[in-house]
C-alpha cells in the first residue's frame, strides 16, 4: 500500500512538471521597443537619411508647446508609449522621443536578428509591420493632419527615409 502511493506521487509530479514545461512554452513571447540605436548598426544610410527627417528632429517643438505636462502628445511623438519597452518620459528614456524606425516598422526585440530580419515572413511573424498607408494614418490622422497624402507624403524626404541602392 505504502509502496503504491510512492508512485501514486511520482506520477502526479511528473505530471504537473509536463504541464508547467508544456504551459511554459505556449506562452509566446511579445515583441518590445528597443529604440533607432539597435537598428542603426545594420542600417547605417537609412539612420543617417531618417535623422534628417521632421519625424527625428520634432520632439523638441511638442515640448515647448506643452512642455512635459500633456502625455497624450507621446502617443504619437515617441516611440512605444505605454508599451513594453517604449517611452516613458525624457529623463528615463530620452532616446525614444520622436517618431522613430519602430513607429513605421514595428517593434524590433524579435525581428532584430540578422537570421529574422533578412527574412520577410519571420521577420513579419516577429513583429515587423508590412509598409501599408494604415502605419502612416495612426498618426497622421484627418484630425492632426488634414491635408495628408499618402502617394506624396511617402516620397518626401522630410518623411520617409531614403531606400539605399542594393549592392549585389
Ligand atoms: C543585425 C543586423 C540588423 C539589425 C540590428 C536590424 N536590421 Fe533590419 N535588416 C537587416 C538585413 C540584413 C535586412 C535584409 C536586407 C535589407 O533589406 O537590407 C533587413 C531588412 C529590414 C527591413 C526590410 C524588411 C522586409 O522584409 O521588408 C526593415 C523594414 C528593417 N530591416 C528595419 C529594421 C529596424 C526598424 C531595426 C531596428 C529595430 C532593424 N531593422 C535592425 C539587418 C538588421
Ligand atoms: C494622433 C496623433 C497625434 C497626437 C495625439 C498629437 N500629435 Fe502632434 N502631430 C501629429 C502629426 C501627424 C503631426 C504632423 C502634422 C502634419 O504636418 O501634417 C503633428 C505635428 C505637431 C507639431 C508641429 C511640429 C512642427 O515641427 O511643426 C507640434 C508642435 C505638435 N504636433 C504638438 C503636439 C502636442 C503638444 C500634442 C499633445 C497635446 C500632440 N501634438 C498630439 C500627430 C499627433
Ligand atoms: C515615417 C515612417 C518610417 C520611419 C520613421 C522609418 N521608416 Fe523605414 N521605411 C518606411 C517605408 C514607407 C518604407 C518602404 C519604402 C518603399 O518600399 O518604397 C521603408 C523601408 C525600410 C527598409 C527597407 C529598405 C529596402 O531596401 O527596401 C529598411 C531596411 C528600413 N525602412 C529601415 C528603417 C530604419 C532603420 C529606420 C530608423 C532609423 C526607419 N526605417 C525609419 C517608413 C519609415
Ligand atoms: C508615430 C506617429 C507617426 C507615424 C506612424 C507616421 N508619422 Fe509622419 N509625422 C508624425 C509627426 C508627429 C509629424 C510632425 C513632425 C513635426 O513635428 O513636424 C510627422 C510629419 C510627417 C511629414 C511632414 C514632414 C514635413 O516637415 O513636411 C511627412 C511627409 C510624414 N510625416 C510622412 C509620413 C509617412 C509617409 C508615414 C508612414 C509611412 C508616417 N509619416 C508615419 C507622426 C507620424
Given amino acids: 500500500m505504502i509502496r503504491n502511493r510512492k508512485w501514486l506521487v511520482v506520477i502526479i509530479s511528473m505530471l504537473v512538471f509536463m504541464f508547467i514545461l508544456l504551459s511554459a512554452e505556449e506562452e509566446e513571447e511579445k515583441p518590445e521597443y528597443v529604440g533607432y540605436k539597435k537598428c542603426k548598426a545594420c542600417h547605417k544610410e537609412i539612420y543617417d537619411s531618417w535623422k534628417e527627417t521632421t519625424h527625428a528632429t520634432s520632439f523638441q517643438a511638442v515640448l515647448d508647446s506643452t512642455g512635459l505636462d500633456d502625455p497624450s502628445c507621446f502617443e504619437c511623438h515617441s516611440v512605444g ?65 488634414p491635408d495628408f497624402n499618402y502617394e506624396e507624403a511617402v516620397k518626401n524626404i522630410k518623411g520617409v527615409h531614403i531606400i539605399p541602392e542594393k549592392e549585389e
Avoid: R, W
Fill in 81 to 145: 508609449y505605454g508599451e513594453p519597452g517604449g517611452f516613458v518620459d525624457t529623463t528615463e528614456t530620452p532616446d525614444l522621443a520622436g517618431v522613430q524606425c519602430e513607429n513605421c516598422h514595428g517593434p524590433g526585440s524579435l525581428y532584430k536578428k540578422f537570421s529574422i530580419m533578412k527574412d520577410h515572413e519571420k521577420a513579419v511573424a516577429s513583429g515587423l509591420y508590412e509598409q501599408t498607408e494604415e502605419v502612416c494614418l495612426t498618426c497622421h490622422t484627418e484630425e492632426q493632419s
